[in-house]
């Protein structure tokens, strides 16, 4: 399933598709990024599409913009903290060909995510909005030196999204949105090329714009009950790039490089119930269609490679999904306290892991507050905290490098989210 040198790198470079976030376990399943505001990290982003917090619904269901009076804007930042760590199980036969380079240290990399929202009330059936935040993203870096290093060293994916939105609300029941995406796509990858000069490294390096749309549904059944529906679209990309070497001894293989990757599809259905004016319980279910990226290939564009397939990498993404629970409650006229927790599926197969990407399942449980002096300004804290499964690396390959990775990730993950809101 592997190939060697530096165009296996290049393989599981355009691989991801998106972020600023890291997990030596993305901090949702596969890649995606669920810190989208601050305002939902407190309830592990439970109920999403039916909460309506603040101008953030835009992105989650712009059929809640309805329920927005005014203009409003909401600005957010999530510090992501992850920690990753492999252990190989051995030297060969049984373990790790490159086993004596080490378990490659810290692969967890912190990042800020930031995102920013605005919604304006145009009519009184009326509204718009725009969202522009970071819908995937991965970022891991491993020594450079390492058990797995003719697999990955340093992986950094974002994305930026920019999201215009419209909502019509059809009747005191029923509201509905849509919008469109336009969204970039960035890859920097690196990895080892030969044991016999470790510090030589292949970069691969891509990215792309292109379009998606969403779509929302909001019903109000009165008596404090709200039932959101949302879908977005897959988005397919070429991404086109370079493939580079840090070493002049292999600069002859330096050749533009393209890939074509289609992230995937979701749908979401979200639960909101104000029981009374203190106490609100919201929960959802989340599927993500990972299945769209199968088989990764690698096809130079310049020179003697140019439309030769140069890597072929099986992924075999399954589908995957995540349930959330969440309530808040109001304690005083200026504070709402928020707790939550979730749990998301991993579309990675444990035979196909790597440490690029060595996602697994994952646990949330989540605190936050809400500071709300005035109805024209607010501030909202949260705190998650994710674990991960132990996952098995069963890396094998005929070819040295890259060999065989064979051992354990452990993983955690720690975030912090801040956000302002503004009415006006």
Not at 66 to 93: C, E, H, W
Not at 317 to 335: C, D, K, L, T
Request: charged residues 10%; neutral net charge; glycine residues 12%.
């Amino acid at each position: 399933m592997t190939v060697s040198c530096g165009f296996r790198g290049a393989a599981i470079a355009f691989l991801a598709s998106g972020s600023i976030a890291g997990s030596g376990a993305a901090v949702a399943a596969g890649f995606q990024l669920q810190e989208q505001n601050a305002s939902g990290l407190g309830l592990a982003y439970s109920g999403m599409a039916a909460a309506v917090q603040d101008a953030s619904t835009a992105f989650w269901n712009p059929a809640g913009m309805s329920l927005l009076p005014d203009r409003q804007i909401a600005g957010s930042v999530n510090y992501i903290m992850p920690s990753t760590k492999f252990s190989s199980a051995g030297p060969p036969p049984f373990g790790s060909t490159f086993d004596a380079f080490g378990n490659g240290g810290q692969g967890g990399v912190s990042a800020w995510v930031p995102a920013l929202y605005g919604t304006w009330m145009i009519a009184p059936r009326w509204s718009v909005g725009l969202a522009i935040n970071a819908p995937f993203g991965l970022s891991t870096e491993w020594d450079s030196q390492w058990a797995g290093m003719f697999y990955a060293i340093k992986s950094k994916i974002e994305t930026v999204n920019i999201n215009p939105t419209v909502s019509f609300k059809v009747n005191n029941m029923l509201s509905l949105g849509a919008g469109v995406s336009y969204q970039k796509l960035k890859a920097t990858l690196t990895s080892g090329v030969t044991p016999l000069i470790p510090s030589v490294q292949g970069k691969v390096e891509g990215d792309d714009w292109s379009w998606g749309w969403n779509i929302g549904a909001l019903l109000d059944f009165g008596q404090g009950t709200r039932v959101g529906l949302t879908y977005r679209s897959a988005i397919s990309y070429t991404v086109e790039g370079n493939l580079t070497f840090n070493s002049p001894l292999f600069s002859a293989l330096n050749t533009n490089v393209k890939a074509d990757i289609k992230l995937p599809q979701t749908a979401s259905i979200g639960v909101s119930h104000q029981f009374n004016p203190k106490f609100r319980v919201l929960a959802d279910y989340t599927w993500t269609g990972w299945d769209s990226i199968q088989n990764l290939n690698i096809v130079g564009t310049s020179g003697l490679a140019s439309g030769a397939t140069l890597a072929t990498t099986p992924l075999n993404f399954n589908n995957s999904w995540r349930i959330g629970a969440g309530v808040e409650y109001q304690v005083n006229q200026p504070w709402l306290l928020r707790a939550g927790m979730a749990y998301d599926t991993t579309p990675v197969q444990d035979q196909f892991r790597d440490p690029r990407l060595p996602d697994a399942n994952r646990t949330w449980l989540a605190i936050g507050a809400r500071f709300q002096p005035s109805a024209q300004w607010w501030l909202d804290f949260g705190y998650t905290y994710i674990w991960l499964q132990n996952a098995s690396s069963n890396l094998t390959s005929p070819f040295v490098p890259p060999g065989n990775l064979i051992g354990t990730y452990k993983a955690n993950i720690n975030i912090l989210g801040v956000q302002g809101s503004f009415r006006f």
